[in-house]
Nanobody, 117 residues
Framework: QAQLAESGGGLVQPGGSLRLSCAAS????????MAWYRQAPGKQRELVAS????????NYADSVKGRFTISRDSAKRTVYLQMNNLKPEDTAVYYC??????????WGQGTQVTVSS
């Protein structure tokens, strides 16, 4: 089964930046619509940003528009999430997966992002 490995999280002050990476073990993921999701404590997982497998069209949740940028490098089988002007409410575990994805899909361990002063 193809696997996804998220990395790049950490502790950052409000207003800071982080770049998350999601490396896929199989090139098939280059054909898929991919997305970043996040889950904060006590909340349901939510879609943050998505990118299509063909045209590279992107979509963002209203809460991150203008601050986050999703991109992909097919040669590296990697999807990125550049996060700028981070806010405390961005604190969550961030996951990548195909788009759309459900609880029935296989999920990685995610990467923790904590925004705090």
């Amino acid at each position: 089964q193809a696997q996804l490995a998220e990395s790049g999280g950490g502790l950052v002050q409000p207003g800071g930046s982080l770049r998350l990476s999601c490396a896929a073990s199989r090139s098939i993921f280059n054909l898929l619509n991919m997305a970043w999701y996040r889950q904060a404590p006590g909340k349901q997982r939510e879609l943050v940003a998505s990118i299509s497998g063909g045209s590279g069209r992107t979509n963002y949740a209203d809460s991150v528009k203008g601050r986050f940028t999703i991109s992909r490098d097919s040669a590296k089988r990697t999807v990125y999430l550049q996060m700028n002007n981070l806010k405390p409410e961005d604190t969550a575990v961030y996951y990548c997966n195909r788009s759309p994805a459900t609880d029935l899909d296989s999920w990685g361990q995610g990467t923790q992002v904590t925004v705090s002063s």
